[in-house]
């Protein structure tokens, strides 16, 4: 199909779940190149030549996760400035070429400076992408448009799992990142598809565009308004100084027990006993988890208060997680695994949206950006952890009373976001 058909479609096709889908599309290529770490870990430390350590692995896992915090920081400020969708087609394509260049690396050295390069990208693409989402979706549908489209998040990481126990074993790891790169044989279909957000353009006296977005997509017409006061200084004026310093800690929180979990569930499981193939199933489960009661907390959300969803699934996340340290094999470390899902990647997916609605259109990016930023010590501590609990030769078991201490933290955090003045939850 020739690129001019696809511009047809666009044109003919007016519906805000056309750009949710392809939002969604974006974020599984996204999940994929993120969550793959996880399930080549156990191959990374296999790599004889290299002769890698835990903390090594843990390093390049948290390298990554610093890239995405700067790609975070600038991307949310810069798409408030210049748009979200040119920042979108950026950070497609640095990750892209990056996930190859990994994949290609001669030495850990080259390794950890493309994973450095590749969490550029992703930082920057993925509170951008959120912020498009919220403005197409339809106001009493957010929660379930975002969580229906961050399931390409979890498709992504469930992808990830399935070709790591095809082709690890007898390929080995790399494949599994040059297949990261795929999206930028994609790039000039998602120049010619993505939008700019109609209500971005209001704030910067685009009036008529924004209307002809907005009525070819079916969306109200974007009323103009005075801009607010731009930059970092706009996140705590207005009443906003406690409510985004809330924020960050939430986002801490979640980004730490997730990127934990995923990038070191497998390796932990290996280590408690389990085979590499049955270790690297606990990442499908954990991703399936996530998607079933993701679906589920969306839609309670949409019904009710999202501040009391995401506390109750931190709670969820801490309780199932400890509970994975008083089991020892069977069906039920499966299910606590899927709740753990439910409580680590699905909590972060709301909790975007829960920060994403206490900002103004004309300073979302530069909220998200921020919170997603900050959120990111968190993740990168969470990977450390891993290493250095298993470098130092402690029980595997440990990894998880941390995390679920954690969790417990999170759910104080997201209940207090209660005693604010509600925005648009």
């Known amino acids: 199909m020739a690129i001019q058909d696809l511009a047809i479609i666009r044109e ?7 750009i949710i889908a392809l939002c969604g599309l974006l974020i599984l290529f996204d999940g994929y190149d993120l969550i793959v770490y996880g399930a080549v870990a156990p191959a990374l430390l296999g790599e004889a030549s ?3 350590t835990p903390g090594m692995v843990g390093r390049a896992a948290s390298i990554t996760l610093f890239g995405m915090l700067l790609g975070a920081l600038v991307a949310g400020t810069l798409a408030d400035r210049i748009g979200r969708r040119k920042v979108i087609i950026g950070s497609l394509l640095s990750f892209s070429v990056m996930m190859i260049g990994s994949g290609l690396a001669p030495n850990f050295l080259v390794f950890e400076g493309t994973r450095f390069l590749a969490g550029l990208g992703l930082g920057a693409l993925f509170p ?8 197409f979706s339809p106001p009493k549908r957010k929660a379930m448009a975002y969580s229906i489209a961050l399931l390409g998040y979890l498709a992504g990481g469930i992808i990830s799992g399935i070709l790591g126990m095809l082709l690890i074993q007898k390929y080995g790891w790399r494949p599994l990142m040059i297949i990261g790169g795929a999206p930028i044989l994609l790039l000039p279909f998602f120049i010619r598809l ?13 009036q008529t565009e924004a209307n002809q977005i907005a009525n070819q997509y079916r969306l109200p017409n974007p009323v103009a308004r005075p801009v607010a006061q731009a930059g970092i200084r706009s996140l705590f004026s207005e009443g906003r100084l406690l409510p985004t310093l809330n924020a960050w800690g939430i986002h801490f929180c979640s980004l730490l027990l997730t990127f934990g979990m995923v990038n070191w569930l497998p ?8 085979d590499l193939g049955s270790a690297l199933l606990f990442s499908v489960t954990l991703n399936l988890g996530a998607a079933v009661g993701l679906l589920i907390g969306a839609r309670i959300a949409d019904r009710g208060n999202v501040k009391i969803v995401v506390a109750g699934m931190f709670l969820l996340g801490a309780c199932s997680i400890w509970l994975l340290t008083q089991v020892d094999q069977g ?8 709740l753990a899902g439910t409580g680590t990647i699905g909590t972060q997916i709301l909790a975007n949206i829960l920060v994403g609605n206490l900002y103004p259109v004309e300073i979302r990016g530069t909220g998200l950006g921020f919170s997603l930023g900050i959120g990111r010590i968190g993740g990168m501590i969470g990977p450390a952890i891993g290493g250095a609990v298993l470098g130092a030769g402690l029980a595997p078991q440990w990894n998880f009373y941390i995390f679920a201490s954690v969790g417990a933290v999170g759910c104080v955090l997201a209940l207090m976001t209660l005693l604010y003045r509600k925005k648009a939850d």
């Open 50 to 52: 290299w002769g890698l």
């Open 194 to 206: 993505i939008p700019e957000s109609p209500e971005w353009l209001a704030t910067k006296n685009r």
């Open 128 to 135: 951008t992408v959120t912020a498009l989402i919220i403005e």
């Open 331 to 338: 069906l039920q470390v499966y299910g606590l695994v899927a």
């Open 267 to 274: 390796t932990i499981m290996n280590k408690m006993g389990y």
């Open 12 to 18: 003919r096709v007016s519906s805000p779940n056309i």
